[in-house]
C-alpha cells in the first residue's frame, strides 16, 4: 500500500488509529517480512461475477478449509506475530463461520478488517461486525455511476446493495471506506469519486491498480490506463487528499511506483521519500496471502509461486528468508528492458509482478503499466 494521503499532507485517519502514526522519515513497523498482514481469502464463493476478479471466484472450492482448520491457522498466525488478519475472497461473509473465525482471531489477539462486496452487510450483519471489532470494513464500489459499476461486478443492483451495506456498516459505527479498481474506462472519475465517498462519510479510499492474475488477464487492451491519464489520475488525487487532509484519507495499491512519482513531484526527489516507499512493503514482504485450499502466497494476485501450505507445514515455517528473498530484494532478480536500469528501482520493487508474469511471460520482466520512465525522462 502506498498511503498517499500520508506522504503527500503527513495526516491519516484509518490507518493511523490501526498502525499508529507513521510518515515520511517515520515509517510504520506494524508489519514485517516474517511478521506479515495476512490477505486471507477464506472462501472462493462469491454472490457477484466481477469481471476483472484476480481468484476467477464464484462456485466453493471444494478443498477449503473446515472450521477447525480455519481456527488452528488462526493459531498459527498468532505463533507468528500477525498483527491483523485482511478477511477477502471471494466474498467472506458468506461463510456460516466467518464471525466465529473472527472473534477467535480477536482472542488471540490479531486485528480483523473485512474487504467485501458490501452487498449482504444488513444492518444485523452490520451490528455483529461492531460487536466482533472488526477495526475496518472496505467495500467495493468502482464508479460513481451505477450502470459502470454493475457491468464490472457481474451483477445488475450491486451498486445500490453496496451502497445500503455502506450506510448501514456507518449507522452500526463502524470504520468504513472504499475500494476502487483503477482502469482506463473509469480512472477520470478520480475527483467525483472522492467527493461522492466524503459525502457518504467514509474514512478511506483505496485505489487498486488493476492486476492480470484471473479475469483481469482476460480483459481487452482498452482497459488498462496510459501514462498520461495516469499522471492527471495523480495530480487530481493531489488536490483531492490536500482538500480532504484529516477527514477521509486516500491510498493506492499494486503500484508503488505511485510512491515514486509522489516523490519526485511532491517530494522533490528527497531520498526519504523514497526511502519511506520502499518501507511500505508489498507483495511478500509485509504482506503474504492464504488461499481458501489453505495454499500460501506471497500476496492475493501472485497466484503462481506457492510457497507452501498450511496443512502441511506451519505458518512460520513457509515465512522462511529463501521462499521470500525474491520479494524482500525484488531489484536483484529482474531482467526486463526498463526496470533494472531504472535508478528508483530500490524502493519500488520493479512494481506488480503479477502484471509482469501475465503480460510479458516472465514473473522478473517490467511491469508494463509502470508510467515512470515516460514520464520522467
Given at each position: 500500500m502506498i498511503p498517499i494521503s500520508v506522504m503527500v499532507t503527513g495526516v491519516g485517519t484509518t490507518s493511523f488509529r490501526v498502525k499508529g502514526k507513521f510518515g515520511v522519515g517515520n515509517p510504520s513497523g506494524f508489519s514485517a517480512p516474517f511478521r506479515p498482514i495476512v490477505s486471507w481469502n477464506i472462501t472462493k464463493r462469491c454472490n457477484l461475477k466481477c469481471i476483472h476478479c484476480y481468484i476467477d471466484a464464484g462456485v466453493e472450492d471444494s478443498g477449503e478449509l473446515t472450521t477447525s482448520e480455519a481456527l488452528d491457522v488462526v493459531d498459527q498466525m498468532a505463533e507468528v506475530g500477525v498483527p491483523l488478519i485482511l478477511f477477502t475472497g471471494g466474498e467472506p461473509l458468506v461463510r456460516r463461520d466467518f464471525f466465529e473465525i473472527v472473534q477467535y482471531a480477536r482472542d488471540r489477539g490479531i486485528k480483523s478488517v473485512l474487504s467485501t462486496n458490501g452487498t449482504l452487510i444488513t444492518p444485523e450483519v452490520a451490528r455483529k461486525l461492531k460487536e466482533a471489532n472488526v477495526v475496518y470494513v472496505g467495500v467495493s464500489l468502482d464508479s460513481v455511476n451505477s450502470d459502470f459499476h454493475d457491468a464490472f461486478r457481474g451483477a445488475s443492483g450491486s451498486f445500490l446493495a453496496a451502497l445500503s451495506g455502506i450506510k448501514n456498516a456507518i449507522a452500526a459505527g463502524v470504520d468504513v471506506g472504499l475500494r476502487f479498481v483503477i482502469t482506463a474506462k473509469n480512472i477520470h472519475e478520480v475527483g467525483s469519486y472522492i467527493d461522492f465517498a466524503a459525502s457518504l462519510g467514509v474514512r478511506r479510499v483505496t485505489f487498486y491498480h488493476l492486476s492480470a492474475a484471473g479475469r483481469a488477464g482476460k480483459l481487452a487492451k482498452d482497459w488498462w490506463y496510459t501514462p498520461q491519464q495516469y499522471k492527471q489520475f495523480m495530480d487530481v488525487l493531489f488536490s483531492k487528499v490536500r482538500e480532504y487532509a484529516g477527514r477521509l484519507e486516500v491510498e493506492t495499491?499494486?503500484?508503488?511506483?505511485?510512491?515514486?512519482?509522489?516523490?519526485?513531484?511532491?517530494?522533490?526527489?528527497?531520498?526519504?521519500?523514497?526511502?519511506?516507499?520502499?518501507?511500505?512493503?508489498?507483495?511478500?514482504?509485509?504482506?503474504?496471502?492464504?488461499?481458501?485450499?489453505?495454499?500460501?502466497?506471497?500476496?492475493?494476485?501472485?497466484?503462481?509461486?506457492?510457497?507452501?501450505?498450511?496443512?502441511?507445514?506451519?505458518?512460520?515455517?513457509?515465512?522462511?528468508?529463501?521462499?521470500?528473498?525474491?520479494?524482500?530484494?525484488?531489484?536483484?532478480?529482474?531482467?526486463?528492458?526498463?526496470?533494472?536500469?531504472?535508478?528508483?528501482?530500490?524502493?519500488?520493487?520493479?512494481?506488480?509482478?503479477?502484471?509482469?508474469?501475465?503480460?510479458?511471460?516472465?514473473?522478473?520482466?517490467?511491469?508494463?503499466?509502470?508510467?515512470?520512465?515516460?514520464l520522467f525522462r
Open positions: 495499491t499494486l503500484a508503488p511506483y505511485d510512491g515514486v512519482y509522489i516523490a519526485l513531484t511532491v517530494g522533490g526527489g528527497d531520498v526519504k521519500f523514497l526511502e519511506f516507499v520502499e518501507s511500505t512493503g508489498g507483495c511478500g514482504r509485509r504482506i503474504v496471502s492464504i488461499y481458501p485450499n489453505g495454499d500460501v502466497y506471497p500476496c492475493q494476485f501472485v497466484d503462481f509461486m506457492k510457497l507452501g501450505n498450511v496443512r502441511v507445514n506451519r505458518l512460520r515455517e513457509i515465512l522462511s528468508p529463501e521462499k521470500l528473498d525474491v520479494f524482500i530484494n525484488t531489484e536483484r532478480y529482474l531482467r526486463g528492458e526498463k526496470c533494472p536500469r531504472c535508478p528508483y528501482v530500490r524502493y519500488c520493487k520493479g512494481g506488480d509482478r503479477a502484471r509482469a508474469y501475465y503480460l510479458t511471460g516472465d514473473m522478473f520482466g517490467d511491469d508494463p503499466l509502470c508510467p515512470i520512465p515516460e
